[in-house]
């Protein structure tokens, strides 16, 4: 995949896709047809067994917006290798050539990634790797192929048996681009390696063929993709390729809502988040904090879980949707041991760069991630980067969610040094205090015992950020920054 060619898009739940483009031919398989050949069913996360994520970096850095994370499966460590390395490339290329760091907007660079399948014998990532330029949001993608039999990490191109495979597949995908009109430029294809970065399969077996934005078509064009008929494909995949063909088709699908409406149905059966514990403590009498931790659940969550427990402090984890359905077994964790569970969006874009349906998109289906897991619907949410407007509000509101951002930032995530990371969150903590740390982050979670230890001798009690404000509910669409203030969202 060429650095720095990437297409814009709602965040996308980890268990089902669809985006723009047609099939050549209908398959001669039996499976009825789906109504957009493009489509391909991710798998669940949470079928991998130890699977977590990795997160290279996630906030402000030299005045731009990055979030990037990919998955770790035990057992494939030249998988976690080769993804690292592809998304360490991408934000290098961003950081060089993307847009002035003292831009306005703040250029933003962010990953997702969903599964494009997985089984004993191999699986598939898809990285969705989007920044923002001068010119507007664009996006890219790549998928990158594990073969579990021989321990072998592989581009997608590696899909298909030689040279003259992807020549023949490159006149296919040609003939078919010359049907979509004015938008897509054929021409521009080319039976490169690095423009058949990203194959896939959907649940017929039909191989998918997706490009980069700008690749072989316009911005406005969207999403650019091509499905190839089994039988058509078949031929030209090499041995790993026909297993991750069958791999593809024999998943396990899981049914998800594939609409805002329907994911929001499926979310009000649910009581709201509540820690068990809420009305336990007096915040009007006693020395109150709410230690908030974003952009989990992660790889270093269950140990901050231990530490928690052992000091007997609650805390409201602000949890992403993408990580929360590859943990579910932790969200249910941070539930059943008094903490409370709230929405930090599903891939963590900046809210304030985008329209009120992608808005909303991004928090319906963290909520409803998160509403499956443990069973009860988040009331609070936190916007990326603390970015938020009238328009975020106003939208957050809607979803009968308050809006969370914090008065103490020890700015743990830059900085590798726990008791660094303890003093000045000990420092800077006072009664009422909403504290921003992050779970993805090691040395935070280091930190945890001794800014736990100092706390409690000073007199605080850790507290979820509900229970700060005593009986006074807190507002869907108001803005809290700390204990006793709140903002309307039409300030």
């Known amino acids: 995949m060429p650095n720095l060619r990437f297409v814009g898009g709602i965040a996308w ?40 994520t990795r997160t290279l970096f996630s906030g402000e850095t030299g005045k731009r917006h990055v979030h990037a994370v990919y998955p770790a499966v035990p057992g494939a460590p030249r998988l976690t290798e ?16 993307g847009a002035p760091a003292n831009a306005l907007p703040k250029p933003e660079f962010n ?69 979509r009109g004015p938008l897509v430029t ?6 490169d390696r690095e423009m058949f970065d990203s194959l896939g399969f959907n649940p017929r077996g039909d191989l998918v063929v997706e490009f980069d934005d700008e690749q072989v078509g316009l911005g406005v064009a969207g999403r650019v993709a091509v499905a190839v008929p089994s039988a058509t494909a078949a031929p030209l995949l090499s041995e790993i390729g026909l297993r991750a063909q069958r791999a593809a088709v024999q ?8 609409s805002r409406e329907e994911i929001k149905a499926a979310s009000t059966d649910k009581p709201p988040a509540r820690s068990f514990m809420a009305g336990s403590v007096d915040c009007a009498k006693l020395r109150c904090v709410a230690l908030t931790y974003d952009d989990g659940p992660g790889p270093e969550t269950a140990r901050l879980l231990d530490v928690l427990r052992a000091h007997g402090a609650r805390a409201t984890f602000f949890t992403l949707g993408s990580n929360a359905s590859a943990r579910p077994d932790l969200l249910r964790r941070m539930r059943d041991e008094g903490h409370l569970v709230a929405n930090h969006t599903w891939s963590h874009r900046d809210l304030t760069m985008l329209p009120p349906t992608k808005i909303a998109d991004q928090l319906t289906r963290a909520q409803h991630a998160v509403a499956q897991i443990i069973g009860q619907v988040p009331t609070l949410m936190r916007p990326p980067y603390g970015d938020s407007d009238i328009q975020v509000a106003t939208v957050a509101g809607r979803l009968n969610m308050a809006v969370v951002r914090w008065n103490v930032d020890p700015e743990d995530r830059w900085d590798p040094d726990p008791r660094a990371i303890a003093d000045r969150t000990v420092a800077r903590a006072e009664p009422g205090a909403i504290v921003l740390l992050h779970d993805s982050h090691p040395a935070t979670v280091d930190a945890a015992p001794e800014i736990l230890r100092r706390l409690s001798e000073a007199g605080y009690t850790f507290v979820t950020v509900p229970e700060l404000y005593g009986s006074r509910e807190m507002v869907p669409g108001r803005t809290y920054d700390s204990g006793g203030v709140s903002t309307a969202p039409d300030r």
Request: include cysteine; charged fraction near 20%; charge should be positive.
């Open 111 to 179: 990953v997702d990634w969903q599964l494009a399948a997985a089984s004993p014998e191999v699986l598939g990532v898809r990285l969705r790797i989007g920044h923002s330029m001068e010119s507007g949001w664009s996006e890219a993608r790549t998928t990158v192929w594990y073969d579990r039999v021989k321990g072998r990490a592989l581009d997608s191109a590696d899909l298909l048996t030689d040279r003259p495979a992807l020549v023949t597949l490159a006149g296919i995908v040609r003939s078919e681009l010359r049907l």
């Open 13 to 52: 739940m980890a268990v089902t896709i669809a985006g723009c483009g047609a099939a050549i031919t209908p398959s001669s398989a039996k499976a009825p047809m789906p109504s957009e050949p493009t489509l391909i069913n991710f798998v669940d996360p949470s079928v991998v067994q130890g699977l977590s």
């Open 186 to 191: 054929p021409n521009a294809l080319r039976p």
């Open 251 to 258: 998943a396990k699908k899981t049914p998800a809502p594939t």
């Open 82 to 97: 080769k993804l690292h390395g592809t998304v360490r490339e991408e934000l290098d290329g961003f950081t060089r050539h």
